[in-house]
């Protein structure tokens, strides 16, 4: 079981920045893969962004070039800076952790970017 914390939500003003932090229970290198998802009220959730054991990083199209993804192992931890937010970017976001194929969800935290 992969406990997963997300911190970091809140509301910015659109061209603003915001990091977002995902919190592991335990080493994120015991992890298969991380990733950032999205759900906006009535839409589908979408995924973000994802960070592979390996290192390798993928992005959505709609935040490729504003948004990246990256971990401290020391913290255990993922993050997602989103830099240039848009008000379409206004969503709950959820880290979503994989491991032996299973998926663990963290609480999620809302981000709202408005004027």
């Known amino acids: 079981q992969v406990h997963l914390v997300e911190t970091g939500g809140g509301l910015v003003q659109p061209g603003g920045s915001l990091r977002l932090s995902c919190a592991a229970s335990e080493s994120i290198f015991s992890i298969n893969a991380m990733g950032w998802y999205r759900q906006a009220p009535g839409l589908e959730r979408e995924w973000v962004a994802s960070i592979f054991v390996t290192g390798t990083t993928n992005f959505a199209d709609s935040v490729k070039g504003r948004f990246t993804i990256s971990r401290d192992s020391a913290k255990n931890t993922v993050y997602l800076q989103m830099n240039n937010l848009k008000p379409e970017d206004t969503a709950v976001y959820y880290c979503?952790?994989?491991?032996?194929?299973?998926?663990?969800w963290g609480q999620g935290t809302q981000v709202t970017v408005s004027s």
């Open positions: 979503k952790a994989n491991k032996w194929k299973y998926d663990y």
